[in-house]
């Protein structure tokens, strides 16, 4: 998936594209908008160095099955809330849609990336592969939008909700989970790892360096960090992570899609696919539209 920055960068440019009404109906809860951008990513963080949390499994379910059937459950439950409770969610959902439609489009050309890299950085495991390179995408694309280095990224600034609004966000997944997959996952664990995505986060964007070249020596000692520390912001970015010289790539899993486009340009499509859909989420309810593809641009896992 496309990493933090970039999710928030996405939200950033939607915003103030959409009709004035939806733009201030969500700048009443601006962080939870961006939150939601994350989508699912949040499930990902509880526990996050012992990794022996059931939710980082349910993370990855809901990236690669019943995407479908998650939007479902949004427009079906979201008309029974009330006050901020449905305030919060929608906007909330607004994001998560957001979310979707980057992963999708973008994941392609990281899997590409992974492909071309593997046999230059061989004793990188897949899962640390994929995160250096969606990280130097964060930081390359930060700065080609802002012309700042990433390390001036806040993420609290960015998704620190409130209290209320972060357990309204964690009751809803506890249903959601329920609902869709049939699992349990209790609001308090689920408003935890809120909390833990964002104090872990904030680390890997550490201005003064400490964090980035500490994590850099222990990943080459002990291998099996490495995927942790390959989640840390370079300051800057040497080669073409973004493709700006359109370099030819190919997506090397179904379905086959070749393309010389650059990440800010699959940027932009996402950008034009997305918005006239949230427009038409908040006149009608409906979150009609194609998830004939997972989070990841590829075709969903059978149930």
Same mark, same amino acid.
């Given at each position: ?41 949040? =499930? ?13 499994? &349910? ?31 929608? $906007? @909330? ?15 392609? &050309?990281? @899997? ?32 080609? &939008? ?63 360096? $400490? ?15 490495? *995927? ?36 800010? =340009? ?20 409906? &979150? *009609? ?15």
């Amino acid at each position: 998936m496309p990493d933090l920055t970039t999710h928030a960068l996405f939200a950033h440019h939607v915003l103030p594209l959409l009709d004035q009404s939806l733009q201030d109906k969500i700048n009443l809860h601006p962080q939870v908008f961006v939150l939601g951008a994350q989508g699912p990513d949040l =499930l990902f963080f509880r526990k996050a160095v012992t990794g022996n949390s059931s939710l980082r499994k &349910f993370g990855g379910m809901m990236h690669h099955s019943k995407v479908r059937e998650v939007f479902d459950y949004m427009q079906n439950t979201l008309p029974s809330k009330k006050g901020m409770e449905r305030e919060v969610l929608e $906007i @909330y959902c607004y994001g998560y849609v957001c979310h979707y439609f980057l992963d999708k489009i973008v994941h392609p &050309f990281v @899997y590409s990336e992974e492909e071309r890299l593997k046999p230059i950085l061989s004793d990188y495991s897949h899962n640390a592969l994929h995160a250096k390179i969606e990280s130097e995408i964060d930081s390359a694309l930060y700065a080609h &939008f802002t012309g700042k280095p990433v390390t001036e990224f806040s993420v609290r600034k960015e998704i620190g909700v409130s209290s209320s609004e972060k357990w309204i966000i964690a009751q809803f997944y506890t249903g959601l989970l329920q609902t869709v997959y049939g699992v349990n996952a209790p609001a308090l664990e689920v408003d935890r790892s809120i909390t833990e995505m964002i104090r872990v986060s904030s680390l890997l964007y550490d201005p003064t360096r $400490i964090s980035y070249t500490a994590g850099s020596l222990v990943s080459a000692l002990i291998r099996p960090l490495r *995927s942790t520390a390959s989640h840390m912001k370079p300051k800057s970015v040497a080669h073409d992570v973004l493709n700006l010289n359109g370099r030819r790539w190919r997506n090397p899993s179904p379905p086959s899609q070749c393309s010389e486009l650059s990440v800010p =340009l699959l940027f932009e499509q996402a950008k034009q696919e997305v918005l006239p859909l949230l427009e038409q989420i908040e006149q009608t309810g409906h &979150f *009609s539209f194609d998830t004939s593809l997972d989070f990841s641009g590829r075709f969903p896992e059978a149930d």
